[in-house]
């Protein structure tokens, strides 16, 4: 089946085909999509050179100069011509940037006003923009043509560009509807299918990790409780390759359970899947439950006392505890310090269930963010105390500092030192180290390079267990009000699943709960 496709071209001498693409390109005319090749009218001395749409006109007004030749509207031609290797192969990315700049060239569109997205998102035949994308004032007037191309180079018939998210309370996405007009999709992820509207919520793809990690726990013939499940970003997982025995769902957004109602009935795992609607601290089921999903971040803190409640209370079983960890590395002269700041972030592991009162990512200076009893409503004052003390990692590198600074080793002697030449000492390693790098590079490996981040490394683990010890401690607070017994509770696991910008990153917890042996 041929692929060559009708398309307007150029006629020029063999000689002269190169100069005249490089002329196109200058002019943002060229088709690169096309093959070069040659004349029908003279395949031995003619060749016919690809243009993009609308080339017709500008030729018409402002002729192509090449070599005292003059190629305007008259010089052009139809032909088919196959598409190229480079369009053949190339990269969604490429594509949308060939097809662009194809349609501003076209459009008169100067190629530095034009700002390329550099993600989005693709469920089946619909992709999401990000909020930014194509909002310049030169697409102006343009769009009827631009949506199409974009969803040309992106191989789908529906675009939809994201907004701001709403601040009902629910984080619901917004989004602009660019073409097309259905935006139910279905997304298949690790064998597993989602079927939800991007108008009402929202998918994350940063958190496959997590899912497969979880998705492959030792849990057959468990009973799991999933309190901000969504559209069943772990549950749908769980159903279909961790052999649970079944698992109750808590969510408030209604758009959300459809949502997992549908991806349920789609995997074939709908008879074990039970959906409770509302706020989960209400509707969870309690003494039910060997496993406990905690899924929000940057914080699920208001719902701890209700899944310690949600655990058998002859057996225990397990919480899984996501949360924002904050750590910011700052370098304070020699010594290195670990500081930490509170952020408030929007994210969360499933988009569409968020808490109610937005609490803070935590930090080793301020503990586990609380606002207005994060810890969850009825606990003991210990249990409060517990999960807002956190103990702050004790700093590194804070050795005390001297005012005198001995002279480097390896300058002293030196043709090109006159005098004594000052060093520093590394607040981590308190290693001499020269301040001209051109002997540390060759005999201290640049000074605190190295061993900070070994070090640093080491400090933002301390601080992940530092977390852990603070939820640990709430956790246990909260089982001695509920049963007025001391349990077990103790983390086996600190999983990383990414991070959201530098020092901030999205952690997991595997937190083993056992009520006291019976007596």
Not at 340 to 366: I, V
Not at 487 to 500: F, G, L, M, P, R
């Amino acid at each position: 089946m041929s692929m060559a496709k009708s398309t307007w071209a150029i006629e020029c001498s063999r000689l002269q085909g190169k100069k005249v693409k490089v002329a196109l390109e200058k002019r943002l005319l060229y088709d690169s999509a096309r093959c070069i090749s040659p004349s029908p009218a003279s395949e031995q001395t003619t060749i016919a050179v690809p243009v993009l749409e609308g080339a017709r006109e500008r030729l018409g007004t402002d002729p192509l100069l090449v070599d005292g030749a003059a190629f305007d509207a008259s010089s052009l031609l139809q032909v088919e011509l196959r598409p190229s290797k480079t369009a053949l192969l190339a990269s969604p990315a490429v594509r949308l940037r060939d097809e662009v700049l194809r349609l501003a060239g076209s459009c008169g569109i100067a190629r530095q006003d034009v700002t390329l997205p550099s993600k989005w998102q693709c469920h089946g035949d619909l992709a999401v923009l990000p909020s930014e994308a194509f909002t310049e004032p030169c697409w102006s007037g343009y769009t009827d043509m631009l949506w199409p191309a974009v969803a040309k180079a992106l191989k789908v018939k529906r675009l939809v560009r994201q907004d701001r998210i709403s601040d009902t309370g629910k984080r619901l996405p917004q989004v602009d509807v660019l073409l097309g007009d259905d935006t139910r999709v279905q997304h298949t992820d690790n064998g597993v299918t989602y079927c939800f509207d991007v108008r009402h919520c929202m998918f994350s793809q940063g958190n496959i990790t997590e899912k497969i990690r979880m998705s492959k726990l030792s849990c057959s013939g468990e009973t799991v409780v999933d309190m901000f499940a969504g559209i069943g970003y772990f549950t749908l997982p769980l159903l279909k390759h961790g052999k649970v025995s079944c698992v109750h769902t808590c969510d408030w957004n209604q758009h959300a359970v459809e949502a997992l109602t549908a991806g349920a009935k789609c995997n074939g795992v709908d008879e074990r899947c039970h959906v409770h609607y509302g706020d989960n601290r209400k509707v969870c089921p309690a003494h039910i439950g060997d496993r406990v999903l905690l899924g929000l971040i940057p914080c699920s803190g208001q719902a701890w006392r209700t899944a310690c409640q949600a655990l058998k209370p002859l057996t225990g079983g397990w919480l899984h505890v996501h949360g924002n960890v904050c750590s910011s590395v700052t370098n304070h002269g020699n010594a290195g310090r670990i500081h930490s700041t509170t952020h408030t972030l929007g994210d969360k592991t499933d988009d569409s269930s968020p808490t109610e009162d937005g609490m803070g990512t935590w930090s080793p200076e301020a503990g586990i963010t609380t606002h207005d009893n994060a810890c969850g409503s009825g606990q003991s004052a210990g249990a409060a105390r517990s999960c807002s003390s956190a103990s702050m990692p004790s700093s590194v590198g804070e050795s005390a500092t001297s005012d005198f600074q001995p002279e480097c080793a390896s300058c002293v002697g030196n043709d090109h030192i006159e005098g004594p030449v000052p060093c520093t000492t590394c607040g981590l390693c308190n290693t001499m180290h020269c301040q001209y790098a051109r002997h540390t590079a060759s005999s201290l490996h640049s000074p605190c390079a190295l061993c900070r981040l070994v070090h640093d490394k080491a400090d933002l683990r301390r601080i992940w267990h530092s977390w852990a010890d603070s939820v640990v401690q709430c956790l246990r607070g909260h089982f001695d009000s509920l049963y007025c017994q001391q349990w077990t509770v103790h983390c086996t696991h600190i999983e990383h699943v990414k991070s959201y910008a530098p020092h901030i990153d999205h952690i997991v917890l595997d937190i083993q709960c056992l009520p006291p042996p019976l007596k």
